[in-house]
């Protein structure tokens, strides 16, 4: 079957760096996207890895290594506006997108 | 941001009614996507659309029908609503064919309540 694996939630101070992992089983893969969902609103991109190694973009990172199922997003010099759910979510052979239960990320001051 | 509006954006409504729910995009995107969120859950996809008139089911399809008549339009029915469909339900877009990157632009949900 397919599978998703994130931790439920989180706890960051503002100013520090968090690490949100995400494992991952399904039939076949063709990439991984990251989506950050504030409480109440709509699932917005933050980063997509087709290829293994580390894709920055700003404050925000994401990692994948294929072989291991296995991928990570950073979080940088968080902000209060960083508290919000990030999605894990690979894409299987069919091109579906397979969503995790997501990360709730709070950030205290 | 995307065009892409839901409507109604609240409904209440009571056991064994029927219920459409309307997506509406103005970036003439080819996909469209259903899914409903609840908690503890990802996202789970209902139906799914690749043009006008072709769809296809997702994972959670029993209970609902879809129809796409216009590239713009992508109806969600609940033929006879039930409790266990209580959820927020998120219409989403995407440009690419399968094969390539296809990132997904959300709408900003239905939030429905089946008493």
């Known amino acids: 079957g397919q599978n998703i694996d994130q931790p439920t939630e989180m706890t960051a101070t503002e100013g520090a760096i968090v690490q949100i992992n995400c494992t991952y089983q399904?039939?076949?893969?063709?990439?991984l996207f990251w989506y950050q969902q504030h409480a109440g609103e709509a699932p917005t991109f933050l980063s997509y890895n087709v290829l293994d190694g580390l894709e920055e973009k700003g404050r925000f990172s994401s990692f994948l290594s294929r072989s291991k199922g296995y991928s990570y997003l950073l979080l940088k010099e968080l902000q209060m506006k960083d508290s919000a759910s990030y999605l894990c979510a690979p894409m299987d052979s069919n091109y579906q997108l397979i969503w995790g239960a997501g990360t709730k990320l709070i950030i205290k001051p | 941001d995307a065009g892409i509006t839901q409507s109604p954006r609240h409904k209440v409504t009571e056991t064994g009614t029927p219920v459409t729910l309307r997506c509406h995009q103005t970036?003439?995107?080819?996909?469209m996507y259903w899914y409903r969120q609840d908690p503890g859950h990802g996202l789970r996809l209902i139906h799914y659309s690749y043009g006008v008139k072709d769809t296809d089911k997702g994972e959670v399809s029993d209970g609902y029908s879809v129809s796409r008549s216009k590239t713009e339009d992508f109806l969600l029915t609940l033929e006879s609503a039930t409790s266990s469909q209580t959820s927020v339900y998120f219409c989403?877009?995407?440009?690419?064919?399968?094969?390539?990157?296809?990132?997904?632009?959300f709408g900003p949900g239905t939030r429905l309540t089946v008493l």
């Open positions: 989403a877009i995407s440009e690419s064919d399968p094969g390539s990157y296809n990132e997904q632009f």
């Open positions: 399904t039939s076949g893969f063709n990439g």
């Open positions: 970036e003439n995107h080819r996909y």
